[in-house]
């Protein structure tokens, strides 16, 4: 079973950066995608970013294109997230997240979750 470890996350003010990180334990693993969601406070659960092992195709939330980033390693197995210019609505658990196809259906694992809080 695939294990996700994530890093990164804390307390910054607005306009501040943040980066998490985040580790998945398989190693030489083709991803359906790897990403980041994001649990809002009112219990929201949004897609952030992610990113296609096959293409390398991208997505992101509308909110924020143009100040995150989404960069994915294979060679060390890691999903990152660059998060620029933040602001308060960006305060949320960010969690990792990896898709895979395997034994005729899909799979997936989820990261612990980070904390990122953006304070005005």
């Known amino acids: 079973q695939v294990q996700l470890e994530q890093s990164g996350g804390g307390l910054v003010q607005a306009g501040g950066s943040l980066r998490l990180s985040c580790t998945a334990s398989?190693?030489?693993?083709?991803?359906?995608?790897m990403g980041w969601f994001r649990q809002t406070p009112d219990d929201r659960r949004e897609l952030v970013a992610r990113?296609?092992?096959?293409?390398?195709?991208?997505d992101y939330l509308d909110s924020v294109k143009g100040r995150f980033t989404i960069s994915r390693d294979k060679d060390k197995n890691t999903v990152a997230l660059q998060m620029n210019n933040l602001k308060p609505e960006d305060s949320a658990v960010y969690l990792c997240?990896?898709?895979?196809?395997?034994?005729?259906?899909?799979?997936?694992?989820w990261g612990r979750g980070a904390q990122v809080t953006v304070s005005a």
């Open positions: 997240y990896a898709e895979w196809y395997a034994n005729g259906g899909k799979n997936m694992a």
């Open positions: 398989e190693h030489d693993f083709n991803f359906n995608f």
């Open positions: 990113v296609f092992d096959d293409d390398g195709e991208i």
